[in-house]
């Protein structure tokens, strides 16, 4: 749920067989995985995702975690032990591999299957220089905006599929006598972090793909026009202490897990609430949660388009598979992770997530908003990973604070993004 992770953990974990598999075949068929996850969390998933490829091939998967996936992959590169897949957070992460020809391009999947399966969003994520290098079996859709259709029927409001009509919703809940949007940005060291988000949503709506790679990569300034641009759309909506519940005081102090839950008192204290997937089960926790049905007492549109021209992309993050050495055993466990049912295994094993792969059956989702958020990948008109979560360090943590000035003083804002805009002109290194 955060942004960041402070944590370093390093381990190794082996992903063995069923009891009674083993064969002379398993000492010759171990593959090697790197990856960020952990085992107090996505590892264990990750066997139950991986556990019908284990048995049925009789290899053995062994898993090194840690928390600082480039220095690690840089130092095995180096020696000449490299890991035979790695899990990265994007290409960006490891473009000095790819220009040195260290990542392993994966044509030998049947390209044609592979349109069939993705679409165009997702091969074109894992390409580079044109050509496929990368797979995405699990993503996660961050541009969801959370409402309750009984206190919309009630209230007698309509779900807004542009930026003005939203900003005109906002205005009659107001005359109303409700708060629009409950916002919360408190969240311990990484406080800040949800308003990021808003801001990447709104940096895709007003600016072309190459506009948003580029603030990313810091090829433009924070302090550009495109930037400025999407800071002050930010701002009809947390600049207006009428939009917000609790005015600008709450929303910073109130904590990122509680926000969503004014929206399901009795009358509402707000009606929308901007935030991933991953807030379900928070809403589930708000006083009286446990009775909610998810589908029908609360449920989500996608974030409305802003400029015509951009449409509708989708902001998430999303697991990218790359290969270190070709051998058949990769290229097999590549083979897996292309197919819809290599999800399965991770839903049942208690994680959550969207296939990439659209032929993977909807009814094979946990619940109805699972599903839901799967349908809407399908439909959303291009995908980008979660900026702050591919910018340094120090950028990343300058980002979360200038969110938390902006929200109490929208007037300061060149000197926020001056402010941002040194951090990273330090941070980055060419």
Partial sequence: MRKSLVVVLAVVFVLGLAPGALSAQDDECVISFLTVWSGEDELPNWESMVQP??????????????RDIVPVLTTRVEAGNPPDIAGVPSFGAIRTFLEQGEVVPLDFLDMDRMAEQFGEVWLELGTYDGTLYGVFPRAALKSLVWYSPPAFEAAGYEVPTTWDEMLDLCETIFDDGAACFSIG??????SGWPATDWIE?????????????????????????????AWEAFGEIVGDEDYLYGGSSGTLSTNFG???????TDPPGAYLHRQASFIQSF???????????P???FDFFLFPSIDEEYGTPGLGAADLFVMFNDNDNSRALIEFLTQPQALAGWLEGGGSGIATNNEFPLDQ?????????????QQV???????????????????WTGTLNFVQNPSDLPQILETIEATASEAYVD
Avoid: K
Wanted: net charge negative.
């Fill in 53 to 66: 490829f284990v048995e049925e091939t009789g290899c053995t998967i062994e898993v090194e975690s840690t």
């Fill in 365 to 377: 989702y946990p619940d109805v908003l699972s599903a839901r958020a799967a349908e809407l990948l």
């Fill in 185 to 190: 940005l408190e969240s311990g060291p990484a």
């Fill in 258 to 264: 509680e926000a969503p839950c004014p929206l399901f």
């Fill in 295 to 297: 589908g029908e007492d």
């Fill in 381 to 399: 008109d291009s995908f980008r990973f979660d900026g702050s979560d591919l910018m340094p360090g120090d950028v990343n943590q300058a980002f």
């Fill in 283 to 293: 809403i589930q926790d708000c006083p009286g949660g446990e009775d909610l049905v």
């Fill in 201 to 229: 949503d709104i940096m895709l709506r007003t600016n072309d793909l190459e506009t948003y790679d580029a603030w990313v990569s810091h090829d433009i300034a924070w302090t550009s026009d495109e930037v400025t641009r």
